[in-house]
């Protein structure tokens, strides 16, 4: 199970990521929306979309792909638009280990996988303890974003 979610500026996107082939994903409808504050809306979002797993979507070559579904619920038109601001985690299990990992902006732009934002959970754990600490994890970062 793959799935991702986005903050930025206060507002929580979790899209469906659906699967084209092994190891390609793109966000699809549904896409929920909480507030980083309402921890309860945050939990139901991050628990509805674990709980849908990755659709098998078509596979698309790359000038086939829509623009990125969160676009329309944050109100702006490109995704350098929505990037401005934006801080991206990914929740994965696999085998019944559970990461929350965040990422940060590479050499070339691109978002990758941040080692040291990365939370590996002992086999057994809960989707439940996942979410409560990817929760943590978004409203610390929106508190840090925040203050600077």
């Known amino acids: 199970m793959y799935s991702h979610f986005y903050l930025r500026k206060g507002i929580v996107y979790v899209p469906t990521m659906g699967i ?8 699809i409808e ?13 939990r139901e979002a991050l628990a509805a979309t674990i ?8 596979k698309l070559r790359r000038r086939e792909w829509p623009p990125p579904v969160v676009l329309k619920y944050a109100g702006v038109k490109s995704w350098s638009a929505f990037e401005r601001g934006m801080m991206l985690w990914s929740i994965e299990e696999k085998d019944g280990v559970w990461k929350v990992v965040g ?12 080692p040291d934002q990365t939370t590996t959970f002992p ?6 303890d996942v979410i409560s600490r990817a929760i943590a994890i978004a409203q610390r970062a929106a508190h840090q974003y925040a203050s600077n």
Not at 30 to 42: I, T
Not at 51 to 58: C, D, F, K, L, Y
């Open 20 to 27: 084209m082939e092994k190891g390609f994903y793109r966000g």
């Open 30 to 42: 549904p896409v929920a929306v909480a507030s980083v504050s309402n921890s309860e809306a945050l």
């Open 103 to 114: 990422t940060r902006k590479g050499s070339d732009g691109a978002m990758v996988d941040d």
């Open 123 to 128: 086999a057994g754990v809960s989707a439940h």
């Open 51 to 58: 709980a849908r797993g990755n659709p098998t979507v078509p």
